[in-house]
């Protein structure tokens, strides 16, 4: 059972707190120490991932002698750039690589909820609960909207808001009592993910589905990178939202990292860059 059939199959009341909207919970990082209140997934957020999904997730394909990334690309977007938005559960191995250093995970905020059964509203989950963790499955999933933190050397290189859910009671402990990280989960499990790229886009993170920019104002290297995207295997679904800062980390690398580099540059659009350090 995926995330969109369970939501479905439970059509909730729509919300009008202003603690977390829908929109928010995609697109907006928080700041450290906020408290943070939000609500069951709605299956009509879902239902849209879904029909984007599946017009715009299938972006490999091979033959016996070839391969291929499709994707509606930004023009503006880079071939670096093109190789992270296209990182399938292995972000962190692939940003440990670029930088040359450890990527860690910092919680910001989870909350968690369990079905008694798919026909009635989630409940709040405090862990441990060994008990509701025992009884995950597809009549009583668990699902988590979680936000974290990607960092290198103290610093965010990456904030990944996602929305997981989770249908055993093996994959229910390694998440939520082993506490292993998406990306590490699907090492744990030995599997390599199903992988769907939704959207990708430069500055503020919109609903919109990718297409390439029409714009003729120039782009900065200072402006944040984003994605949409769902990852699954059997009994473990996740929808994500990654926010990359700046884009200047892939210009400058190290220098950026370690803020020895100078000023933003200005980029022309569909002007190639590469890392330096």
Not at 78 to 84: A, D, F, K, P
Not at 251 to 273: C, F, I, M, N
């Amino acid at each position: 059972m995926s995330v969109y059939d369970l939501l479905v199959a439970h059509p909730g009341e729509p919300d009008n707190t202003s603690t977390l909207t829908r929109r928010e919970s995609w697109s907006k990082p928080s700041r450290a120490g906020q408290v943070h209140e939000v609500d069951p997934p709605f299956p009509e957020h879902f239902a849209a991932q879904k029909r984007l999904g599946s017009t715009y997730g299938s972006i490999y394909t091979y033959s016996p002698k070839s391969t291929s990334i499709n994707f509606p690309w930004p023009k503006e977007v880079t071939g670096l750039e093109r190789i992270v938005l296209s990182a399938k559960g292995d972000l962190q191995r692939m940003l440990s690589a670029f930088f040359a250093r450890p990527i860690t995970i910092a919680t910001v905020y989870s909350s968690t909820f369990y079905y008694r059964n798919i026909h009635e509203r989630p409940v709040p989950l405090t862990l441990p609960n060994p008990t509701v963790v025992a009884s995950a499955s597809r009549d009583s999933p668990i699902t988590q909207i979680r936000q974290v933190h990607l960092q290198c050397s103290n610093k965010i290189v990456c904030t990944a808001t996602s929305t997981v859910c989770i249908t055993s009671p093996t994959v229910a402990n390694l998440f939520l009592v082993e506490k292993y990280a998406i990306g590490q989960m699907f090492s744990r499990m030995g599997k390599a993910p199903e992988f769907e790229l939704i959207s990708v886009g430069l500055g503020p993170v919109t609903d919109a589905v990718t297409t390439s920019s029409q714009s003729e104002k120039p782009h900065t290297t200072d402006e944040q990178l984003w994605r949409k995207y769902r990852l699954s295997v059997e009994d473990f679904e996740c929808e994500i939202l990654e926010v990359f800062p700046t884009r200047e980390m892939f210009v400058s690398g190290l220098h950026w990292l370690e803020g020895t580099y100078g000023s933003p540059a200005q980029l022309d659009q569909g002007t190639e860059y590469v890392p330096v350090g």
